[in-house]
């Protein structure tokens, strides 16, 4: 048998192997899909930087700096996003959020230390994906835009944190985004 055969066979059995492994693969549902959204933004690392990722090691000293344009602190989204995120999970889990002035400026505020605000962080996205793995289709087909909408948010908020750790010096381009 030639070189060029052998090759060729190789290559042919590599690309049937690798079909058969894709054709056995269970197709996606709602419920894959939704986890892999939201786990993929808070700390599963695909395309993009997740938020654990985003602000683990930043100080609290550094999650209180903002720069000089107004703009929020790492501290200020990260309660932002506990905020909306809690909020939307106790709707889901078919309780009454609390009272809400409508003021979104008062959802970046928040008096716990910043090492407390980044467990609550962790804690409310894990709580998400715990709840969607024990969801029905039924519920997931209601809330389905919601949840993706989450999943949206919670990763735009998490650029503007890499965002002003690249301002500020503090973040290492190993993690991404470079």
Avoid: C
């Amino acid at each position: 048998m030639s070189i060029k055969r052998s090759v060729f066979l190789v290559f042919l059995a590599t690309g049937l192997l690798s079909y058969g492994q894709q054709a056995t693969k269970a197709p996606p549902t709602l419920k894959s899909i939704l986890l892999e959204q939201l786990r993929t933004t808070h700390n599963e690392k695909d395309w993009f930087v997740p938020v654990n990722v985003a602000v683990e090691g930043v100080t609290a000293e550094q999650a209180k700096w903002k720069d000089k344009s107004g703009n929020h602190s790492i501290e200020e989204l990260a309660n932002h996003l506990i905020f909306w995120d809690e909020r939307a999970l106790e709707k889901f889990k078919g309780g009454q959020a609390a009272q809400f002035n409508g003021n979104n400026d008062e959802t970046f505020q928040n008096q716990e230390s910043w090492d407390a605000t980044v467990r609550k962080l962790d804690s409310v996205l894990a709580e998400w994906e715990k709840a969607i793995e024990a969801a029905d289709d039924a519920k997931l087909s209601k809330w389905y835009s919601t949840i993706a909408h989450i999943g949206a948010h919670n990763a735009y908020h998490t650029g503007q944190i890499v965002y002003i750790r690249r301002l500020q010096g503090s973040w290492n381009p190993e993690k991404g985004v470079h």
